[in-house]
């Protein structure tokens, strides 16, 4: 147990050695890394000079609906504090579209990344679209709004990085046509490993620059930990 949990957990710093032996994969991996920073960048000089536009928007819509006053000053404060908030989700709820739409473009150069790695570990199969990183993003769209629950929040951050870890190892799994029963019996009987995998991947995600090549080499980590189960059942 203990064994699977660490062979997870170095997913993340194996797939990192992995990419940047290789120029070939470096320069793979570069393409979502770059489509990660361009889509940040359009983000980020569309919302923040139109951030006081949307707080005097909701300001506005919450005194029209409510009828109420800003003369009060506790009026006042409660109507700030509750806007900030809806801003505040409103901004998150657009990183995470963001972040699908990101992993959507970069779908295609993950996959020829996952393939590579498994070549380099001798696994070669032909590959083969799926439909589960749809399923994993309605699950992860869930894990988002429990987030706003307190306590609830804890398991739901837990369940996001445990899905990032899947998600990683899923192209892979594509590469090798498991089905969905065998991918969800794969997930299950390597459940450790996974736990493993999605501690690395959260503290990975605390380390500014490295954050951003984080996807490319986890998805690289993934292929190299499925290689490694398929050796030990053989």
């Not at 951030?51 to 006042?76: R, S």
């Not at 629950?149 to 090798?176: E, H, K, Q, R």
């Not at 990975?204 to 984080?214: F, G, S, W």
Request: proline fraction near 3%; glycine fraction near 6%; charge should be positive.
């Amino acid at each position: 147990m203990v064994t699977d949990f660490m062979n997870g957990f170095l997913a993340v710093p194996r797939g990192m050695a992995i990419v940047f032996k290789s120029k070939k994969l470096m320069s793979i991996a570069a393409a979502p890394v770059l489509i990660g920073i361009l889509a940040l960048l359009g983000f980020a000089g569309y919302v923040i000079p139109h951030y006081i536009v949307i707080h005097h928007y909701f300001e506005d819509f919450l005194i029209q609906l409510f009828g109420i006053g800003t003369q009060n000053i506790l009026i006042q404060i409660g109507l700030h504090s509750i806007v900030f908030l809806l801003v505040v989700i409103l901004a998150l709820t657009s990183v995470y579209i963001l972040f699908l739409l990101t992993k959507v473009l970069a779908a295609p150069f993950y996959a020829v990344l996952s393939s590579e790695v498994l070549k380099m570990r001798g696994v070669t199969k032909p590959s083969s679209l799926s439909l589960t990183r749809w399923m994993l993003s309605i699950i992860g769209a869930l894990l988002f709004v429990f987030s706003f629950i307190p306590v609830v929040n804890i398991l739901a951050a837990f369940g996001f990085f445990l899905i990032m870890a899947y998600d990683s190892t899923d192209y892979s799994l594509d590469v090798l046509n498991l089905g969905l029963q065998e991918r969800v019996r794969y997930f299950f009987s390597n459940f450790m490993q996974f736990c493993g995998f999605a501690l690395a991947i959260s503290l990975v995600m605390l380390i500014p620059v490295l954050n951003l090549v984080l996807l490319s080499v986890s998805v690289a980590g993934g292929a190299d930990l499925v290689s490694r189960n398929l050796r030990r059942v053989i």
